[in-house]
């Protein structure tokens, strides 16, 4: 058997501590006989290596194919569920698929550890304006948006860099510029930043500019980071 696709998580993702989230992932038999199969997330603090909880999905047969019919990928679903089991912070997370109902069964399915998940009220997305070419001389303002999806409002902290110096940070150092509070369940903060093509810069040359934005509540550090890359040109 083998795991041919999942939506895990990546290390460094967030999901909200106050509602419980699925995970998937799809098992194809790859053998000859059925097999009993389950989906294990065992999550560990990142803190304190002896406080671990596992979830753990019910039991699913995942029958064989034939030459008339080939398997079929058969998806499993494991609940993490925060709040029942009052888990906030940063985890460890070990996933496998336990295969069992057989003589002989191939080995547990083991998929990548996943280094750090946060567990917290406090969780929103950057969104970052398109590129765009700008004639010399000329200034843009690029706008960035700043979602909340948590569950707690939040106040944002912005620094801003930018490789060619053609930005106006003006409005982010020394001190960083405060964005909020800004509701939860998915309101929206903004910010803009002035940048002006000198009018000697040769056309094709870019800077990217990066925003750095910092939540002002959460448990543990809670960064996001985005750029726009402004090119000299028409």
């Not at 795991?3 to 799809?26: Q, Y």
């Not at 398997?71 to 925060?82: E, K, N, S």
Request: charged residues 15%.
């Amino acid at each position: 058997a083998e795991v041919v696709t999942d939506d895990l998580p990546e290390s460094g993702d967030r999901i909200a501590k106050a509602s419980n989230t699925d995970f998937h992932v799809t098992v194809l038999n790859t053998g000859v006989v059925a097999v009993m199969a389950k989906f294990e997330l065992k999550m560990t603090e990142k803190d304190d290596a002896l406080v671990s909880e596992t979830f753990i999905s019910t039991g699913v047969q995942i029958p064989p194919g034939t030459l008339a019919s080939p398997a079929q990928g058969v998806v499993l679903t494991t609940t993490v569920m925060p709040v029942l089991y009052n888990l906030v912070g940063d985890y460890i997370v070990e996933p496998k698929v336990i295969l069992t109902g057989c003589d002989v069964c191939p080995p547990d399915l083991l998929l990548p550890d996943i280094d750090t998940l946060s567990i917290s009220d406090y969780i929103a997305e950057l969104i970052v304006p398109a590129n765009r070419a700008i004639e010399p001389g000329s200034t843009t303002q690029v706008s960035f948006s700043i979602k909340n999806t948590g569950a707690k409002a939040d106040t944002y902290t912005v620094i801003v860099s930018d490789g060619e110096g053609w930005a106006d940070t003006s409005d982010f150092t020394p001190t960083p510029l405060s964005v909020g509070p800004v509701a939860s369940g998915g309101g929206y903060g903004y910010f803009d930043i002035p940048v002006t093509i000198p009018a000697d810069a040769t056309r094709g040359v870019s800077t990217l500019v990066t925003a750095t934005v910092t939540s002002g509540g959460a448990e543990t550090p809670f960064i996001l980071t985005g750029g726009v890359t402004i090119v000299a040109g028409d």
